[in-house]
């Protein structure tokens, strides 16, 4: 079994660390906010108290942090993983991040002779829970090997798309498709009410019909219908509204810089940046909040 250093353990992280735990690997993981780490001790994690203290002795070391600029800081930041690790060590960032700052971190560990893959995942906090994310994978065919057992434990879908940054283009591309059904099932919902039509009722129709999605069954926008829902709880983030604002700002300025238009997701990120301007802390399912906003 390995050692595993594991920097970032909020929502997904937390539960990707503890799934390592329970697979034999002693974790050493780091996170600047006392209730992750407190989560982290109480699934296994053994605690450090610096990015350092988790990598130093490393065979693996996974990421799974907010943005590329957390990513950027934590990797290649002064007294950052690539100072600290040990050579030999493979390191997977899992965040969901720009292309651009997943390349450049591809380079420097490159420059440096250290092994590192893109692993974005997707499938919330329910699959990370489960072990059965699927993971999207950019970097060379010997990284994607020695990364595949670690993924293996936390994945049930691992896919290798391409070289550096490649895993990141594929999980853009489905967030910019999660967010704009998230808006859409929103609408839906909120067009019920004004209606008048029970929402516990076109729950069952849409799950059972055409307009089926995974954002509805997941991030029901209403409270009441789905047990355990965000929307039952207040919208305690399960994936934070800026979050998916985030994805779809990145979704699009790879669509900008490669020529391609898409007015339908740009839509969607004009109404989730007005969410997480006022309400980026609560669950993506609060977008509802919005769209009744702009009724
Ligand atoms: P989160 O905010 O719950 O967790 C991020 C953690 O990183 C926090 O606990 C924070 O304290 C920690 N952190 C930030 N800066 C740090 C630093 N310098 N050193 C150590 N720890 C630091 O976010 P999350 O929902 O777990 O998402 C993490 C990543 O996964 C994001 O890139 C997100 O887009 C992506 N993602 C999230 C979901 C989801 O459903 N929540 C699904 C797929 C992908």
Same mark, same amino acid.
């Given at each position: 079994m390995a050692t595993v250093g594991f920097i970032g353990l909020g929502n997904m992280g937390g539960p990707m660390a503890a799934n390592l735990v329970i697979a034999g690997h002693q974790v050493v993981g780091f996170d600047l906010s006392e209730q992750a780490r407190a989560h982290a001790l109480q699934a296994g994690v053994t605690l450090a108290d610096t990015v350092k203290g988790a990598v130093v002795d490393a065979d693996v070391v996974i990421t799974m942090l907010p943005t590329g600029r957390h990513v950027r800081d934590v990797v @290649? *930041?002064? !007294?950052g993983v690539a100072s600290h690790v040990a050579p030999t060590a493979l390191v997977i960032d899992s965040s969901t991040i720009d292309v651009a700052s997943t390349r450049d971190v591809h380079e420097a560990m490159e420059a440096r002779g250290l092994s590192f893959v893109d692993a974005p995942v997707s499938g919330g906090v329910s699959k990370a829970c489960a072990g059965t994310l699927t993971f999207m994978v950019g970097g060379s065919d010997d990284a994607f090997a020695a990364a595949l057992p670690y993924l293996d434990v936390m994945g049930a879908n691992i896919v290798h798309? +391409? $070289? +550096? +940054?490649a895993g990141q283009g594929a999980k853009i591309c489905n967030n910019m498709l999660f967010g704009t059904t998230l808006v859409a099932t929103a609408e839906s919902f909120a067009l019920a009410e004004k209606l008048g039509l029970d929402p516990q009722k076109i729950f069952g129709i849409i799950t059972s019909s055409s307009g089926d999605n995974w954002g509805v069954r997941? &991030?029901? #926008?209403? #409270? *009441?219908?789905? !047990? *355990? %829902?965000a929307a039952d709880d207040g919208?305690? $983030?399960? &994936?934070a509204a800026a979050l998916m604002s985030k994805d779809l700002r990145l979704a699009l300025d790879a669509a900008g810089e490669s020529g391609v238009e898409l007015p339908v997701s740009g839509r969607a990120n004009e109404v989730f940046a007005d969410l997480a301007s006022t309400e +980026?802390? @609560? !669950? $993506? %399912?609060?977008?509802i909040h919005a769209v009744r906003g702009r009724s």
């Amino acid at each position: 079994m390995a050692t595993v250093g594991f920097i970032g353990l909020g929502n997904m992280g937390g539960p990707m660390a503890a799934n390592l735990v329970i697979a034999g690997h002693q974790v050493v993981g780091f996170d600047l906010s006392e209730q992750a780490r407190a989560h982290a001790l109480q699934a296994g994690v053994t605690l450090a108290d610096t990015v350092k203290g988790a990598v130093v002795d490393a065979d693996v070391v996974i990421t799974m942090l907010p943005t590329g600029r957390h990513v950027r800081d934590v990797v @290649l *930041g002064e !007294d950052g993983v690539a100072s600290h690790v040990a050579p030999t060590a493979l390191v997977i960032d899992s965040s969901t991040i720009d292309v651009a700052s997943t390349r450049d971190v591809h380079e420097a560990m490159e420059a440096r002779g250290l092994s590192f893959v893109d692993a974005p995942v997707s499938g919330g906090v329910s699959k990370a829970c489960a072990g059965t994310l699927t993971f999207m994978v950019g970097g060379s065919d010997d990284a994607f090997a020695a990364a595949l057992p670690y993924l293996d434990v936390m994945g049930a879908n691992i896919v290798h798309v +391409g $070289a +550096g +940054g490649a895993g990141q283009g594929a999980k853009i591309c489905n967030n910019m498709l999660f967010g704009t059904t998230l808006v859409a099932t929103a609408e839906s919902f909120a067009l019920a009410e004004k209606l008048g039509l029970d929402p516990q009722k076109i729950f069952g129709i849409i799950t059972s019909s055409s307009g089926d999605n995974w954002g509805v069954r997941n &991030f029901c #926008p209403v #409270p *009441g219908v789905v !047990d *355990g %829902s965000a929307a039952d709880d207040g919208y305690a $983030a399960r &994936f934070a509204a800026a979050l998916m604002s985030k994805d779809l700002r990145l979704a699009l300025d790879a669509a900008g810089e490669s020529g391609v238009e898409l007015p339908v997701s740009g839509r969607a990120n004009e109404v989730f940046a007005d969410l997480a301007s006022t309400e +980026g802390h @609560l !669950d $993506a %399912s609060a977008v509802i909040h919005a769209v009744r906003g702009r009724s």
